[in-house]
């Protein structure tokens, strides 16, 4: 009688052990699952959030070679030339390679002087968006400052 007894215990636990494992192998299954629908997400978020930095910190080189360009322009006997090297100095290598700058200088003192700087997004960050529909190709960092020639 005690061996039988002995026998159905084992046979429960048995078969609560088999339960159990059955659980934790539904458990693990749904987290895999989870992390198969909340991975993709996660690196875009990531990737997002490393290209657009990229960006700002282009535009913030844009913006300042932008005036850089403008205080050289707004000096007495500056030329366009001068206005060009000083925008290229104030560029990073990269971001020189394909620049656009366009130049208004003013002739006499108190003249506005509008000096503009388009760079393209491209030189500036990875094009790590285009999947999902947001792509660098075609557009431009741009900044555009005046000032008044000295």
Known sequence: MKRLLHQVQIMINT??????????RNRSA??????????????LVLMALFEFSMLFFAR??????????ARTASL??????????SVYQALRPRLRQRVSINAQLGERTGDLVN?????????????LLWPIGYGLVGRNLASETRMVRE
């Open 15 to 24: 078969e609560q052990q088999t339960r159990q494992h059955k659980r934790r």
């Open 30 to 43: 749904f987290m895999s699952l989870e992390l198969a629908f909340t991975l993709p997400i996660l690196l």
């Open 60 to 69: 913030g080189d844009v913006v300042e070679a932008s005036r850089i360009g």
């Open 76 to 85: 007495p006997g500056s030329t366009w030339e001068d206005v060009e090297e």
């Open 115 to 127: 000096v503009a700087v388009w760079v393209p997004m491209q030189d500036a960050a990875p094009d």
